[in-house]
């Protein structure tokens, strides 16, 4: 099917742990987008299980050659590590490695401003778990910042 990118990015509202994700093929057109409430986890376990679920609902509908990016250093270095964390990081360590392996996958960190998008998704206030496969189901904040990226358009943060 291609090269695709997965931005992932999580959020603490209200002590209330959230993570949201975007699939875009090549051309940077949006495939799937989710938000995700994960309750109460700290802020490094959400980074992985936001990644975590968005690698799995990827391997689920049959995409590949997956180019995951985050912006948590820790997470990054973590899932590249043979080292193990606490539980229940080490689980959800594992499995993206598990995942990233069997999907010709790979994830690396990029900056903030960067993953702007998914930060923004990460942090929305919505009722429940929600898959969007159009862009025009989301916010339009968040369209318009992936109309930027689609671009290659920097977002320079103020």
Not at 30 to 38: E, G, N, P, S, T
Not at 41 to 64: A, F, M, P, Q, W
Not at 70 to 92: E, G, I, M, Y
Request: net charge neutral; aromatic share 8%; charged share 20%.
């Amino acid at each position: 099917m291609g090269f695709f990118e997965l931005n992932s990015d999580a959020s603490l509202v209200e002590c209330i742990a959230l993570g949201g994700w975007f699939l875009h093929d090549r051309n940077g057109k949006l495939v799937l987008a989710y938000f995700k409430k994960f309750g109460d986890v700290d802020v490094l376990v959400v980074e992985g299980l936001s990644l975590l679920h968005g690698l799995r609902l990827c391997k689920d509908k049959g995409y590949s050659l997956i180019h995951a990016q985050v912006d948590s250093q820790a997470l990054v270095a973590l899932v590249k590590s043979a080292h193990t964390s606490k539980w229940p990081l080490c689980n959800v360590l594992r499995e993206i490695q598990f995942l990233l392996d069997i999907m010709n996958a790979e994830v690396q960190l990029i900056v903030r401003e960067a993953n702007l998008a998914a930060d923004r998704l990460a942090a929305l206030r919505v009722g429940s778990d929600t898959l969007f496969t159009s862009p025009t189901f989301l916010p339009a904040s968040i369209r318009l910042v992936l109309a930027l990226d689609s671009r290659s358009f920097p977002y320079v943060r103020s």
